[in-house]
C-alpha cells in the first residue's frame, strides 16, 4: 500500500512557465514532506521540505504548499528553467529522532521543453 | 565538502560472491543510510545507522549485512544474492539536527548473475 502517491508519472511544462507537480499521501501521522529531486546516474539531491505546521514554504524558484485536510502536497517551479528537466520525488516523515525514515513517492519526470 | 561517495559505480557478480559496497561523507553527518532502487520505482530503506549503531533495518534478508566502522564510513557486504537483488544501492546521510534533509550518494548499480 502506497503511503505517498504521485499519480503523475510524467509533465511536460514549456521554458518560462509554472510547473506544478502534485503529490497525495494517506498516513495522517506524517509530519514532515520533502521534494528531491533526481537526475540520471545521479542520487537525489534535496529540494525543499515543509512541516506540517505550515502550509507554505518558498525557497527562490521553488514552493511547496501544504494541505492537511486533503493530504495533499505541491511543488511549484516558476519560472521553469530546461536544468529543471529531471525526476522529482515527494517523500514524507514521521516523527523526530537523530536518524529519519523517509517514505517516497513514485516519482514524476518534469520535462521543460523550449 | 557537501558530498557521498560511493563505490563501486557498478558491480556485477555471481550468486555465489561475496562482495561489499562502500559509502563515505565527510560533512559530520551522524545518520547514515542504505537505501534500494528498483528501475522506475521510488528509493526503499534497507538500513539506518544513528551514532554508528544500527537503528533500523526494514526486514532485509541477511544476505546483505550492513557495517558502520566509523562516522565517516558506512559499508554492505553482500553474499550469495540473488539476481532480484539486482538494483542501485543508493547511501544516505544526514545531520542529526536535520534528519529528514538527506545527502545522497549517486548510487552502485549492482547486477547479480
Known amino acids: 500500500d502506497q503511503q505517498v502517491k504521485q499519480n503523475s508519472p510524467s509533465l511536460s511544462v514549456q521554458e518560462g512557465r509554472i510547473s506544478i507537480l502534485n503529490c497525495d499521501y494517506t498516513?495522517?501521522?506524517?509530519?514532515?514532506f520533502l521534494w528531491y529531486k533526481k537526475y540520471p546516474a545521479e542520487g537525489p539531491t534535496f529540494l525543499i521540505s515543509?512541516?506540517?505546521?505550515?502550509d507554505k514554504n518558498e525557497d527562490g524558484r521553488f514552493t511547496v504548499f501544504l494541505n492537511k485536510s486533503a493530504k495533499h502536497l505541491s511543488l511549484h517551479i516558476v519560472p521553469s528553467q530546461p536544468g529543471d528537466s529531471a525526476v522529482y520525488f515527494c517523500?514524507?516523515?514521521?516523527?523526530?529522532?537523530?536518524?529519519?525514515?523517509?517514505?517516497f513517492g513514485s516519482g514524476t519526470r518534469l520535462s521543460i521543453r523550449p | 565538502d557537501t558530498e557521498v561517495t560511493q563505490t563501486p559505480k557498478h558491480l556485477v557478480m555471481g550468486m555465489t560472491n561475496k562482495k561489499s559496497l562502500k559509502c563515505e561523507q565527510h560533512?559530520?553527518?551522524?545518520?547514515m543510510y542504505w537505501y534500494k532502487q528498483k528501475a522506475k520505482k521510488p528509493p526503499e530503506l534497507m538500513f539506518v545507522?544513528?551514532?554508528?549503531?544500527?537503528?533500523i533495518n526494514e526486514s532485509v534478508p541477511s544476505r546483505f549485512s550492513p557495517e558502520c566502522p566509523n562516522s565517516s564510513l558506512l559499508n554492505l557486504h553482500l553474499h550469495a544474492l540473488q539476481p532480484e537483488d539486482s538494483a542501485l544501492y543508493l547511501c544516505?546521510?544526514?545531520?542529526?539536527?536535520?534528519?529528514?534533509?538527506?545527502?545522497f550518494g549517486p548510487g552502485t548499480r549492482l547486477t547479480v548473475t
Open positions: 515543509i512541516s506540517s505546521i505550515k
Open positions: 517523500a514524507a516523515s514521521s516523527g523526530y529522532s537523530s536518524a529519519s525514515k523517509i517514505i
Open positions: 544516505a546521510s544526514s545531520q542529526v539536527s536535520s534528519p529528514r534533509e538527506q545527502y
Open positions: 498516513n495522517s501521522m506524517f509530519d514532515y
Open positions: 560533512m559530520g553527518h551522524r545518520a
Open positions: 545507522y544513528s551514532y554508528e549503531k544500527l537503528s
